[in-house]
């Protein structure tokens, strides 16, 4: 596989009414993930999962890209093809999630800091050779009575421009990802002040390593109120509240922002992204970057079954597509009712 152009993978990865399927879990999260469905999480069951969600027929219509776990870019598709070959036959582009994971930041301990510098450029150099053509980094802020705190948000934001700077160094667009969680009862308007605080930290110091802002992808959340909040905003208010934090933090040169769906039903993160897009006059493209908005529904009719394999990724299919029309504005609930 010849490697792409930084500009190319952007233009590809943002293309019209496409977005990016995360299928990035660790190994933690994916066991997590397969004991709801009471699925041992091994090398096979996880190779076979990701084969039936990536061999989707005509997922590359909505789907442009795809972030893999370290472990899924090294196995072989059924047919012995590698899995970053199979999503380009499959017309869909191959990325990495380069971090390894949130742990406790020293003396702070209800908040943390994502790892994985160390060694981190010899890693990009084999990734790149595995055929990958952007990479992700994913920092975690967690919201409560005292925090975030300045230092952790600083911590992070850090973190996150050394690992853009390496990636574009590697030829590989960085899509940068500061997570601010949607646990606990916060406000809307505390998740939009935190939020719009992270990604000025963010931007500052991507600035201060020399980041070029045209080679990389913004991953975000949307400004929503916490998980517990008894007063819930209306998808309306998001989509008002997500754009103005965004304009007021994101600069223009940035080519895309994908939103991840951080644990909202998949039918919420649609209804949400599609109020997003619909708001003209900003300056990046708009798009979606799903892991659980996504695979939720595939995931519970494929339960580690062979005879399951097609009903699930018609459910993908439906989910990637619901969310396509999304980044256009054109999603309608019908869509739902009539799939059912
Ligand atoms: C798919 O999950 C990704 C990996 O998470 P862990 O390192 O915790 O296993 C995660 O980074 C994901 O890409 C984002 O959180 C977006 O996924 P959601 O499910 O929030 O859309």
């Excluded at 370290?70 to 990325?95: C, F, H, I, S």
């Excluded at 975690?140 to 925090?147: A, D, R, S």
């Excluded at 990389?216 to 997500?242: H, I, Y």
């Excluded at 599609?274 to 708001?279: D, E, G, L, P, S």
Aim: proline content about 4%.
């Amino acid at each position: 596989m010849t490697a792409p152009t930084m500009e190319s993978t952007i233009g590809a990865l943002l293309a019209a009414r496409k977005g990016i399927l995360a299928a990035d879990e660790s190994l933690p999260t994916i066991k997590k993930r397969f004991a709801d469905i009471n699925v041992p999480s091994t090398e096979e069951s996880r190779r076979s999962y990701r084969e039936m969600l990536f061999t989707t027929r005509g997922l590359d219509e909505f789907i442009s890209g795809v972030i893999l776990f370290d472990e899924t870019l090294r196995q072989k598709a059924k047919d012995g093809v590698l899995m970053p070959e199979t999503l380009v036959e499959q017309g869909m582009l191959p990325g990495i999630k380069v971090d390894k994971g949130a742990v406790v930041l020293a003396n702070f301990a209800d908040e943390k800091i994502t790892q994985g510098l160390d060694g981190l450029r010899e890693r990009l150099k084999e990734y790149r050779e595995l055929g990958a053509c952007f990479t992700k980094w994913r920092a975690v802020i967690t919201i409560g009575e005292h925090i975030p705190t300045r230092t952790c948000i600083e911590a992070n934001a850090e973190a996150l421009a050394m690992f853009a700077g390496l990636s574009q160094e590697a030829g590989l667009v960085p899509i940068v990802e500061p997570e601010v969680l949607m646990d606990g009862n916060h406000s809307i308007g505390r998740c939009e002040e935190v939020t719009t605080v992270t990604l000025n930290s963010v931007f500052a110091a991507l600035f201060e390593h020399r980041v070029v802002l045209e080679q990389m992808l913004l991953k975000t959340g949307m400004v929503l109120s916490g998980k517990d909040c008894a007063q819930k905003a209306d998808v309306p208010e998001v989509a008002e509240a997500t754009i103005l934090c965004l304009l007021r933090s994101v600069p223009a040169a940035v080519p895309g922002i994908v939103f991840l769906s951080g644990g909202q039903s998949d039918e919420a993160a649609t209804q949400r992204l599609n109020a997003i897009c619909r708001v003209s006059d900003v300056p990046w493209r708009l798009s979606f970057s799903f892991g659980r908005a996504l695979q939720a529904p595939a995931m519970k009719i494929w339960k580690g079954s062979a005879d399951n394999v097609a009903a699930a990724q018609e459910a993908l299919h439906h989910r990637a597509k619901c969310n396509g029309l999304a980044v256009e504005g054109k999603y309608s609930e019908q869509m739902e009712s009539a799939h059912t």
